[in-house]
Antibody, heavy 122, light 108 residues
Framework: QVQLQESGPRLVKPSETLSLTCTVS??????????WGWIRQPPGKGLEWIGN???????YYNPSLKSRVTISVDTSKSQFSLKLSSVTAADTAVYYC??????????????WGQGTMVTVSS | SSDLTQDPAVSVALGQTVRITCQGD??????ASWYQQKPGQAPILVIY???NRPSGIPDRFSGSRSGNTVALTITGAQAEDEADYYC???????????FGGGTKLTVL
């Protein structure tokens, strides 16, 4: 079955760069049917979209985070990655990677990773 | 702030019907999706498109749309439906994804 798994440091210092990778299995990342996205959820709060990437490299970012976010894809490893620079305590959150299905009309995130908690602290 | 507005909390008696709504201008142009999230778990998709359920989602979950409002209806709510529910869609530009603030559903 399709699985997404986040990996990366759980603790990041303020002003540094948060880096996470999502490994995709059970489906080709090289598909015209999907985008690949990152979503985060601060403790006790709601979901916030960070950005999406298509396997050919086109990206879409949340305007409120765009200046600090880079999402990239490595099709040879079936992975896509998130970098968020100049982090502060406000970036502490559970970070999810997810598959966005662009064949479903409403472009839903139909498969999610389990999420990884990243804490920004010195 | 969010481009999609949800009531923060809703309650329903066991076995009764509950409607959770989501409002936003972009919903006049784009379909929405609905997610269920239980504590400590990742969200799962329950409704997408006009009114479609992924495999494994009970048929007591349904979706609808009218004007700038979409709704998730649970007909005959069960105890296991107690969770946070989020809507999402695209923003007015069509290029970006937005989530509603979430609705906490309590089953009494």
């Amino acid at each position: 079955q399709v699985q997404l798994q986040e990996s990366g440091p759980r603790l990041v210092k303020p002003s540094e760069t948060l880096s996470l990778t999502c490994t995709v299995s059970g489906v080709s990342i090289n598909s015209n049917s999907y985008y690949w996205g990152w979503i985060r959820q601060p403790p006790g709060k709601g979901l916030e979209w960070i950005g999406n990437i298509f396997y050919r490299g086109s990206t879409y970012y949340n305007p409120s985070l765009k200046s600090r976010v880079t999402i990239s894809v490595d099709t040879s490893k079936s992975q896509f990655s998130l970098k968020l620079s100049s982090v502060t305590a406000a970036d502490t959150a559970v970070y999810y990677c997810a598959r966005l299905n662009n064949g479903y009309g409403s472009y839903p995130f139909d498969i999610w990773g389990q999420g990884t908690m990243v804490t920004v602290s010195s | 702030s969010s481009d999609l507005t949800q009531d923060p909390a809703v309650s329903v008696a066991l076995g009764q019907t509950v409607r959770i709504t989501c409002q936003g201008d972009s919903l006049r142009s784009y379909y929405a999706s609905w997610y269920q999230q239980k504590p400590g778990q990742a969200p799962i998709l329950v409704i997408y498109g006009e009114n479609n359920r992924p495999s494994g989602i009970p048929d007591r979950f349904s979706g609808s749309r009218s004007g700038n409002t979409v709704a998730l209806t649970i007909t005959g709510a069960q105890a296991e439906d107690e969770a946070d529910y989020y809507c999402n869609s695209r923003d007015s530009s069509g290029d970006h994804v937005v989530f509603g603030g979430g609705t906490k559903l309590t089953v009494l």
